[in-house]
């Protein structure tokens, strides 16, 4: 399958501890999305790589998270010392940004990793 | 005030019936997506358009630029049509989407 792929799928955890989320784009493209969704909201943006680089935070991203994309392939999301607010889904897009060409605004979704903070 | 705002939040119709779900935005866009989000999680994009009407089977999506308005219509409804319809829009450059809260569309048999 060359969809985006999320790992893990839930995760439950105590507050507190760390967790890592994987998403894994489709092969070709170079920009990576993380959102997070609060239960009854739209997704919120969280930060955004093309290649490894990450290009933008939201000021929702607290110094407690951290997101990597070290070969401009698959990316990180870590949240330490998680707090029961962090208790959300959390979203991963991949797409092909080629700069003017509309095509390149098309993202493409993960199933999300759902998080617990107990 | 958000920057994307969709009505109804909730909306029930009988099997059949044609539906409409407005999406109004207040800032410059590169594009807007029509999004459908399944109980579970996963959102799948249905429509990405920055001018004029797409269509795609049973789906519309129409955008009126100068309005800042979009409308998603779905003729003939059908009970598997029963989603979570999510209006976003991305940014020029960084192309990010900022999202509204999204429509809950049942329908009935």
């Known amino acids: 399958d060359t969809g985006v792929s999320q790992n893990p799928r839930h995760k439950i955890t105590k507050r507190g501890q760390n967790v890592t989320f994987r998403c894994d784009p489709i092969?070709?493209?170079?920009?990576l999305y993380w959102y997070r969704q609060t239960l009854g909201q739209g997704p919120e943006f969280l930060t955004y790589f093309q290649n490894e680089a990450q290009l933008e935070k939201s000021r929702l991203l607290s110094d407690r998270f951290s997101a990597e994309r070290p070969k401009g392939s698959f990316s990180t999301l870590e949240i330490q010392r998680t707090e029961q607010g962090d208790s959300a889904m959390y979203l991963c897009a991949s797409s092909l940004w080629e700069g003017g060409r509309v095509n390149s605004y098309e993202q493409y979704f993960g199933p999300g990793t759902r998080l617990t903070v107990t | 005030k958000n920057e994307v705002e969709q009505s109804p939040q909730n909306l029930t119709a009988q099997e059949g019936e044609f539906i409409t779900i407005n999406c109004s935005y207040s800032v410059g866009i590169s594009a807007l997506h029509w999004l459908q989000q399944h109980p579970g999680g996963g959102i799948v994009s249905l429509f990405m358009l920055s001018s004029g009407k797409k269509k795609h089977g049973r789906l519309i999506a129409t955008i009126n630029i100068q309005e800042k308005h979009s409308s998603l219509h779905i003729t003939a409804s059908h009970p598997r049509d029963s989603a979570v319809y999510i209006c976003?829009?991305?940014?020029?450059?960084?192309?990010?989407?900022?999202f509204g809260t999204g429509t809950r569309l049942t329908i009935i048999p």
């Open positions: 976003a829009v991305s940014n020029f450059g960084n192309e990010k989407l900022t």
């Open positions: 092969s070709e493209h170079n920009r």
